[in-house]
């Protein structure tokens, strides 16, 4: 059964840094893309980085430039270092293996001051 469990979230200062985890199992992690997404209240949830399962990795504009997406294929594990945190970045954010469309619980980020 596929598994997504992300972690890391928090609340952190607006120009700070948050790493977050995404643990995936049930599946071969390596065969697959996978992707970063967020959701506000009360709005659609926002794709904001993948990374192929050839480590190719694209970004929204938004993101580009502060964040990196990453995955460790031997831990099943995917990441998502967060630079440069701005208010507007604040959401919960989900990770999601794409084929099939499997969805984490979400990690809530909240930037702050």
């Known amino acids: 059964q596929v598994q997504l469990v992300e972690s890391g979230g928090g609340l952190v200062q607006p120009g700070g840094s948050l790493r977050l985890s995404c643990a995936a199992s049930?599946?071969?992690?390596?065969?697959?893309?996978m992707s970063w997404h967020r959701q506000v209240p009360g709005r659609l949830r926002a794709w904001v980085a993948t990374?192929?399962?050839?480590?190719?990795?694209t970004y929204v504009d938004s993101a580009r430039g502060r964040f990196t997406i990453s995955r460790d294929n031997a831990k099943q594990m995917m990441y998502l270092q967060m630079n440069m945190l701005k208010t507007e970045d604040t959401a919960t954010y989900y990770c999601?293996?794409?084929?099939?469309?499997?969805w984490g619980q979400g990690t809530q980020v909240t930037v702050s001051s």
């Open positions: 049930g599946f071969p992690f390596a065969d697959f893309d």
């Open positions: 999601r293996r794409d084929v099939g469309s499997w």
């Open positions: 990374i192929s399962w050839r480590n190719t990795t």
